[in-house]
């Protein structure tokens, strides 16, 4: 059964970069019916798109998140990671990880349990 | 962007009630509408996707139906487990977004 799993520090300073990693666990992340991306979840609010990207390198970005965010894949371990920069006390959330849907319909139908991520000096 | 707006944002119901929570797109999205559980401290779990197809291992007191701009997610009959909260999104085109959600509560 498909896993995914974030990683990456809780906390985070403002002005820094958030990175976190989501591995991905009994299945291949190199399917080429699949995407993976980020989704956010600020406290008490509703969820946010970040990114997706394919296995081999193509990505696109939510543009509310202008120039920030980058999103990777390292299909040697089975991961994909996403960067966040300079980033403020409005980036405090729980990040998850998802896997989308490639063929036609895009939705989300596997998820990281989520990581807390909090942007404080 | 394309907005989602969802109806209520709340509601109360008990057990065995039938229960019709709404989702309207700001502009014409086909069926690339999906529906998500999510649960205190959990991950959202898809329930329904292309507007009316109900992923698998979901119960099937759960349907979803719609097109265009208008769409509704019914709970045949509501059971314990089903208080949560609930959340469209649009997946036409990018960047998807969500509703702001519809929080079922016991009444």
């Known amino acids: 059964q498909l896993q995914l799993q974030e990683s990456g520090p809780g906390l985070v300073k403002p002005s820094e970069a958030l990175s976190l990693t989501c591995t991905v666990s009994?299945?291949?992340?190199?399917?080429?019916?699949?995407?993976w991306g980020w989704i956010r979840q600020p406290p008490g609010k509703g969820l946010e798109w970040m990114g997706s990207?394919?296995?081999?390198?193509?990505?696109y970005y939510n543009p509310s998140l202008k120039s920030r965010v980058t999103i990777s894949v390292d299909t040697s371990k089975n991961q994909f990671s996403l960067k966040l920069n300079s980033v403020t006390a409005a980036d405090t959330a729980v990040y998850y990880c998802?896997?989308?849907?490639?063929?036609?319909?895009?939705?989300?139908?596997?998820w990281g349990e989520g990581t807390t991520v909090t942007v404080s000096s | 962007d394309i907005w989602m707006t969802q109806s209520p944002s709340s509601l109360s119901a008990s057990v065995g009630d039938r229960v019709t929570i709404t989702c309207r797109a700001s502009?014409?999205?086909?069926?690339?509408l999906n529906w998500y559980q999510q649960k205190p401290g959990k991950a959202p779990k898809l329930l329904i996707y292309a507007a009316s197809s109900l992923q698998s291992g979901v119960p099937s007191r759960f349907s979803g139906s719609g097109s265009g701009t208008d769409f509704t997610l019914t709970i045949s009959s509501l059971q314990p487990e089903d208080f949560a909260t609930y959340c469209c999104q649009q997946s036409y085109t990018t960047p998807y977004t969500f509703g702001q959600g519809t929080k079922l509560e016991i009444k």
């Open positions: 502009q014409d999205i086909a069926n690339y």
């Open positions: 009994g299945g291949s992340i190199s399917s080429s019916s699949y995407y």
């Open positions: 990207i394919y296995y081999r390198g193509s990505a």
């Open positions: 998802a896997r989308r849907d490639g063929n036609y319909y895009y939705y989300m139908d596997v």
